[in-house]
């Protein structure tokens, strides 16, 4: 079994950074594809980057040349720095792991952009 676990969200003004992390616990991690969804009030689940196990990383559009995804496999885990944030960036964010049998998600952690 798998557990995500976010961390580094929090109220940050517009313009600002944050930067996420997620730790996995298990053995599958170095070998797994991870991502970075998020889901604001009333909006469905959209995806926001992803990393492979080779290092690619793909972004959706809305994040490009703001946001970095990047992971250390010797520590079991995916960052997501943030940068020039945006009010419609408020969103509560999870963390995912790829797998064969669908993957895992983690409890989410909360961004909030200010004016």
């Known amino acids: 079994q798998v557990q995500l676990v976010e961390s580094g969200g929090g109220l940050v003004q517009a313009g600002g950074s944050l930067r996420l992390s997620c730790a996995a616990s298990?053995?599958?991690?170095?070998?797994?594809?991870m991502g970075w969804y998020r889901q604001a009030p009333g909006k469905q689940r959209e995806w926001v980057a992803s990393?492979?196990?080779?290092?690619?990383?793909p972004y959706a559009d809305s994040v490009k040349g703001r946001f970095t995804i990047s992971r250390d496999n010797a520590k079991n885990t995916v960052y997501l720095q943030m940068n020039s944030l945006k009010l419609e960036d408020t969103a509560v964010y999870y963390c995912?792991?790829?797998?064969?049998?669908?993957?895992?998600w983690g409890q989410g952690t909360q961004v909030t952009v200010s004016s």
């Open positions: 995912r792991m790829v797998t064969s049998n669908g993957g895992y």
């Open positions: 298990g053995s599958i991690f170095s070998s797994s594809a």
């Open positions: 990393i492979t196990s080779g290092g690619s990383t």
